[in-house]
C-alpha cells in the first residue's frame, strides 16, 4: 500500500516504535530484536507490563472466573533482557510526517518504523442503562473477576449477545449460576461463524442445559428496579435480572489514527506486507485489516495466531527483509457449555460449488464441507473433534483433493484418511 519513502539503509540505529504490548506487540519486538540487534526497539503499551492474555479469559470458562490473570510473557524482565523499552503509556495520536507518536502525557516519540498492534476492545450498544454498574464485558481477566465477584448461584444474569465471546462468556457463567438467559439479535447462535444447522444444534445443547436462548431480539433499555435490573426486549418483554453482561462483539481500537492520513475501515488496511497506506506504519493483529486467503478480501481476522503471525512479517518487512502474508484464515474453535463446534474458510451458503454433510442431530454431531473445485473452501463442524486438525490443514493449504473428492463427497468424515493421503503422504 504505502510506497517506500525512507532510504533503505538497514541495520543498525533504526528506530521501532510499537503501538500495543499485547501478542502482536511483543511478538513484533521479538522478531525485530532478532532481527537487528543494535536497533532502537520500544513498545508502548496502555497497560503496566504485558497486556493480560485475552485467550485466558476462554480458558476461565472452565469455572475458575477469579484465577489469577496470565500475560502475553510470564517474565517481566524479558524485554529488557532483549534491550527493548517498555513504556506504559497511552498513545494519544501518530504524526505520519514528522514520523512520531505522541503520548497522554503530551511526550513525543520519534520512529523510522511504526506498527499498530492495539489490539480491539468490546463494541458498547447505545441503549439507556449500559453505563449501569450491574452490566459488564468479559473481554480482560479483570472483566471475568468482577463478574465472578457479583455472580452467585441464585442470581438471574441476562447476556446480551450469542457470538463467539457470548459462548465464551456463557460457558463462564454457567459455572457460577443455573439462570441464564441469552439475547441475540440474529436468527441463529454465533450466526457469523455457523450455519443455521450447526447454531440450530448449539442452541439445543443449551437449552437442554438450562439456558434460555432468545434469537431475532434485542434489549433495547435497562433500568435499575431496586437492587436488580428491568431489560426491556424489542418485543415488548421484560426480563428482570441481577446482572448484564455486554458480549455484542469487539471493535479494533483505531479511533486514535483519526486525522493521521492512515486508511482505516473498521481496522488498518494494510497490504500482504503488513505496511498501511501510509509508508512506514505497519498493523498487525485485531486492530489490522488484512487480505483474507481465498476471498482477497480485507477482514480483521481477530485469533490471537493470527495476530502473531501478522505481527511477524510485519517485523521482517521494517527490518528491511521482505515477506507476504499468505492470507488471513478465517477458523474457530469454540467449546459451548462442553460442545465444541469449529468454523474453517468460506462455509457461507452460496461459496464454492457442491457440497457434502453429515448429520447426526440426536448425538449433536454435523459435518459440512464445502468445495471448490477439488479443493475444500471451507467447513463447519459440531460434536466432531478428530477431524478438526485436518479439516484444517485441507482447508488452509488447500489442498489438490484428487480422488478423494468422490470418497469425501459420499463419506465427508473421512477428511484425516484424505489429508494424510492427499498431504502427508503424497509424493508427487
Ligand atoms: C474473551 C476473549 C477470548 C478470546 N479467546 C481466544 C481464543 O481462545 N483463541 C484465540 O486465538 N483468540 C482468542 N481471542 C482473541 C485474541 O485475544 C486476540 O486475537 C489477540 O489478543 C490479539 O492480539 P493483539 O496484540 O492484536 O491485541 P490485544 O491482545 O488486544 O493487545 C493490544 C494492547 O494494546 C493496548 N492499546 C490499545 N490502544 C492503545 C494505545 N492507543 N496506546 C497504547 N496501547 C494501546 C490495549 O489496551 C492492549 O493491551 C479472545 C479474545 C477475547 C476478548
Redesign the pocket.
Known sequence: MGTARFPLSFGSGMRHVI????????VAAETLRRLDPSAEITV????AGF?????R???RSRGALDETPSC?RSDADHLARLRIELRH????AIDTAACSVTLADGRVVPYDRALI??????VRPAIVGIDLPQVFT???PADAQAIAAVVSPAAHVLQMGAG??GC??MQALAAHTARLTVVEVRERMLAHLLDDVAGGLIRRWCEDQGVRICTGRRVVAVTRSGERLRAEIDDGEIIEADVLINATG?QP?VA?LAGSGIALDRGVLVDAAMQSSVAGVYA?????EAIETGTRRRRVN???????EQ?RIAALNMAGHPALLPGTFAYNI?DTLGLVSASFGQWQEGAGGETAQLLEAADYRYLRLVFSGDRLLGANSVGYTEQIAALRGLIQERVSLGEWKQRLSAAPLQVTEAYLARRLLATD
Open positions: 503501538i500495543g504490548s499485547g501478542p502482536a506487540g511483543v508502548i503499551g496502555d497497560k497486556a493480560q492474555s485475552t485467550v479469559t476462554a480458558s502475553v503509556s497511552r498513545v494519544k498492534a492495539t489490539g480491539s476492545r468490546p468479559c473481554w480482560t463467539f465471546i465464551i462468556a469487539g481500537n486514535f498487525a493483529g485485531d486492530a489490522a481477530a485469533i490471537q495466531p493470527d495476530a502473531v505481527a469454540l
